[in-house]
């Protein structure tokens, strides 16, 4: 799980305010992106037997609450935890901690959302 605080930046600028609402849009399009890069990259990592893995790979919607947003990634098979943690386990293709080498292979969640945000505006 990768998280990051924006709230300094956000809390500088009007809240309620048209550029508070021109930075939130920004920071949930790039926080929407960003995770389904990731998503993206950890899908090619999974371990494929039968590819039930792999495809069930899904992000939720991006929550608000308070300024802040909430982005969750991962994989719904009931065996998933197992097969990420495992390392145990000789994998033909993929490997173990597919979702988390996938996110540490990510640029800087923070720095990303911030250049986003400073784009937008």
């Known amino acids: 799980m990768t998280s990051t605080d924006l709230s300094k930046f956000l809390a500088s600028l009007q809240p309620g305010g048209e550029p508070h609402r021109l930075a939130m849009d920004a920071a949930r399009r790039a926080l929407n992106l960003y995770a389904q890069a990731a998503l993206t990259n ?41 097969v990420h943690e495992r390392l145990d386990l000789h994998h033909p293709e993929g490997e173990a901690k597919f979702l988390e080498n996938a996110i540490n292979q990510m640029p800087d969640l923070e720095q990303y959302l911030l250049t986003e945000i400073e784009n937008a505006l």
């Open 42 to 82: 950890a899908r090619q990592r999974a371990p494929i037997k039968t590819g039930d893995l792999r495809r069930s790979a899904t992000a939720l919607p991006t929550e608000g609450h308070n300024g802040q947003l909430t982005k969750t990634i991962g994989f719904n098979m009931s065996y998933a935890a197992a």
